[in-house]
């Protein structure tokens, strides 16, 4: 007897869900995902946020099959000079403001938060970290104690210790940064929580804040960065320069890797006895490093960035149904609002069936995420578009 790919999938790979979507896909390009029968869907989540230029552009190809003629994995990072990390982290800092010039590679979002708050509690000498309620910085121990969610953190405590947690958006709350605190950390744009967007002001007066208290802003752009809310940094929106940044996500084009981006005179505490800053075998990984610096050549090249505003009209002149609520975006992170999860979980459900792929936020489960590659085309915009209110309206009816 022959098992299917997904009997065996259910048999052999830890699960992380109970009702696991068990879509099979055989290939990938663009915004299109293709599934063993030949059905195709257009992709309107991107791996969450991860695939900002589509899935296997020519360009992130070609950088990692020129990479494999080379060599794969030499040594830890940051003993040997590899040009790949050199060149991308030479194009990342050209692409920054003054004070994020250098630059840590790591192998996910939750690492780079990781050395984030590690890198901020050695430089300030303080252990106190605050960050934002139903914030998500990763699932790693001290990203989850970060996180917002006490939902999700319960049954790992303790956690990191002298963690507070202010509202994101509220001015009065600024008042608990004092100077025993080590770092904020803050999503530019809250995406978990169902793309939750502040203003300039508060932006404005959080970084004027931090900077009286010696406490180091750190802005994580995971989920938000690489032009996926219009700019090519979330921040670039609000006036505002953090003190580390944090990447990964959309940076590799579909690679694994992440970085954390700060001044040298903060990044050198980790070269202080002691060393153990913080090290990573893989973190920054040639083939990784170079299919990311082929990303951010291709986000500027093509104008992807610029392009992600216009494009999100689109939608929002399309997607007009007594059953939305409201929809909530920045660029092309978008959270579609529904009254209940069981009602957008159908919608859901029908849209796969029609053809296009969506789900909902990890701390907003009445809202459908809709942050597809900022590749998509003008058309394909509107048959996904004509595709979900299909589907709303049988579920309507
Ligand atoms: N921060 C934000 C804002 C995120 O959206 C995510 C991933 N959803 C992370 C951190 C964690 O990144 P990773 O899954 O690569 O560890």
Redesign the pocket.
Known sequence: MSFSQRELFLRFLAQTSPSPLLLEIEKAEGVYLYAPNGKKYIDLISG?SVSNVGHRHPKVIEAIQAQLQKYLHLMVYGEYVQSPQVLLAQKLVENLPANLDNVYFTN????A?EGALKLAKRFTGRMEIISCYNA????TQG?LSAGGNEYFKRAYRPLLPMVKHIHYGSYSDLEQITEKTACVII?TIQ??AGVKVACSNYFQQLAVRCKEKGTLLIL?E??AGFGRTGKLWAFEHFGIVPDILVL??GMGGGMPI?AFIAHRSIMQVFTENPVLGHITTFGGHPVSTAAAKATLEIILEENLAQQAETKAQLFLQNLKHPLIRQIRHKGLLMAVEFESFSLLKKIIDKALELGVITDWFLFCDNAMRIAPPLTISESEIQTACAFILQAIERVYH
């Open positions: 969450i996910s979002g939750s690492e938060v998500y910085h990763g699932s990203a999503e995406g978990e994580d995971i989920q990964a996500k992440g």
